[in-house]
Nanobody, 126 residues
Framework: QLQLVESGGGLVQPGGSLRLSCVAS????????IGWFRQAPGKEREGVSC????????NYADSVKGRFTISKDNAKNTVYLQMNSLKPEDIGVYYC???????????????????WGQGTQVTVSS
């Protein structure tokens, strides 16, 4: 059974850092694009970053460029999202998702992702 599990969320002060992890089980991430998405209360889901597992190409939303870094660990079948210089507007539930059909693209269109994790909460507050 294909499963994605996120972890690493929490409460952090503005300017702080968090590293989110997304572990895949039941399948290998080889041949998938993995994306991070977030949803704040009362707002639509937003694509944050993605990586093509096979090609290593990445993409970032303008709002996080220069602050967030997506990476992968082949051996651990895990994708990370390093978030630095966090701002209150980064608050939300962060989800990772996998897409086989978008594996060649750097898309942040969530409708193209087939499998989703349960999410991890990120709160930025002083």
């Amino acid at each position: 059974q294909l499963q994605l599990v996120e972890s690493g969320g929490g409460l952090v002060q503005p300017g702080g850092s968090l590293r989110l992890s997304c572990v895949a089980s039941g399948f290998t991430l080889e041949g998938y694009a993995i994306g991070w998405f977030r949803q704040a209360p009362g707002k639509e889901r937003e694509g944050v970053s993605c990586i093509s597992w096979s090609f290593g190409i990445t993409n970032y939303a303008d709002s996080v460029k220069g602050r967030f870094t997506i990476s992968k660990d082949n051996a651990k079948n895990t994708v990370y999202l390093q978030m630095n210089s966090l701002k209150p507007e980064d608050i939300g539930v962060y989800y990772c998702a996998a897409s086989h059909r978008a594996r060649y693209y750097r898309t942040l269109d969530g409708s193209l992702y087939e499998s989703w994790g349960q999410g991890t909460q990120v709160t930025v507050s002083s």
